[in-house]
C-alpha cells in the first residue's frame, strides 16, 4: 500500500499570510491530485499534476510536483476566508483511477 | 445535470443490520468508485468498478459488497453492519482511463450503534 503524508495536519491563518501544505510519499506516482473539501461536502478537484518538476497555477493557488514524482506541495499566495477547507492529495499508481489519499490538511483562514 | 447523486444522506442502523447504499451519475462515465472517510484518515477506497459489468475490490473491502446495476449505478450493500462501519461514504465517477478527476457525490453519513 502506497501511503501519502500531509503536513501539517491543521493551519489556522490570517487573511492575507501565505500558506504551503506538504504532501510526501515514499512511492512514485504516475499522477498526483489536489482535492478540496468543504463540511457536508464531496472533494472538488483543483488540479493534477503529472510530469516530474512540474509547477501549476491556479490564481493565487501553486501547485508543484517533486522531481522525483513522489512529493507535492501547494502554496497559497495571500489567503482569504474562501480559502477554508479540507485540502486533499491523492495519487494514482495505475490506469484504473485508483487514489490513494492523504489524511488532509484542514485549513482556517480567518479575517 | 444532477453529476453524482447518493442517497440515503444520513443513516443510524443498529448491529447486524442490512443496507444499500445509492448511487447514481448522469454524466455518461464509464468508472464508479466507493469510499469511506473516516476522521484523520483521508479517504479510502471500498470497490472500484473500471467499466460497465466489471467491480473489483480496493483497500477496504471486508465487509461490503457491490453492484454496477448499469452504466449509470453503482451501489454499496453492508450485509451485516458493524460499529467499524460507521463512517462518510463517498461515491465518485470518472469519464475513462485517460481522464485523471474524479467527481464525487455529497456522501451518506453512517452510524452504527
Known amino acids: 500500500t502506497q501511503l501519502l503524508e500531509q503536513s501539517p495536519q491543521f493551519l489556522s491563518i490570517q487573511e492575507g499570510e501565505n500558506l504551503t501544505v506538504y504532501c510526501n510519499s515514499s512511492?512514485?506516482?504516475?499522477?498526483l491530485q489536489w482535492y478540496r473539501q468543504e463540511p457536508g461536502e464531496g472533494p472538488v478537484l483543483l488540479v493534477t499534476?503529472?510530469?516530474?518538476?512540474e509547477v501549476k497555477k491556479l490564481k493565487r493557488l501553486t501547485f508543484q510536483f517533486g522531481d522525483a514524482r513522489k512529493d507535492s506541495s501547494l502554496h497559497i499566495t495571500a489567503a482569504q476566508p474562501g480559502d477554508t477547507g479540507l485540502y486533499l492529495c491523492?495519487?494514482?499508481?495505475?490506469?484504473?483511477?485508483?487514489?490513494?489519499f492523504g489524511a488532509g490538511t484542514q485549513v482556517v483562514v480567518t479575517p | 445535470n444532477a453529476g453524482v447523486t447518493q442517497t440515503p444522506k444520513f443513516q443510524v442502523l443498529k448491529t447486524g443490520q442490512s443496507m444499500t447504499l445509492q448511487c447514481a451519475q448522469d454524466?455518461?462515465?464509464?468508472?464508479m468508485y466507493w469510499y469511506r472517510q473516516d476522521p484523520g484518515m483521508g479517504l479510502r477506497l471500498i470497490y472500484y468498478?473500471?467499466?460497465?459489468?466489471?467491480?473489483d475490490k480496493g483497500e477496504v473491502p471486508n465487509g461490503y459488497n457491490v453492484s454496477r446495476l448499469n452504466k449509470r449505478e453503482f451501489s454499496l450493500r453492508l450485509e451485516s453492519a458493524a460499529p467499524s462501519q460507521t463512517s462518510v461514504y463517498f461515491c465518485?465517477?470518472?469519464?475513462?482511463?485517460?481522464?485523471?478527476?474524479?467527481?464525487f457525490g455529497p456522501g451518506t453519513r453512517l452510524t452504527v450503534l
Open positions: 512511492s512514485v506516482f504516475s499522477s
Open positions: 468498478s473500471a467499466s460497465e459489468g466489471t467491480t
Open positions: 465518485a465517477s470518472r469519464r475513462g482511463p485517460t481522464y485523471n478527476e474524479q467527481f
Open positions: 491523492a495519487g494514482s499508481g495505475d490506469s484504473w483511477g485508483k487514489l490513494q
Open positions: 454524466m455518461n462515465h464509464n468508472s
Open positions: 499534476v503529472v510530469t516530474g518538476g
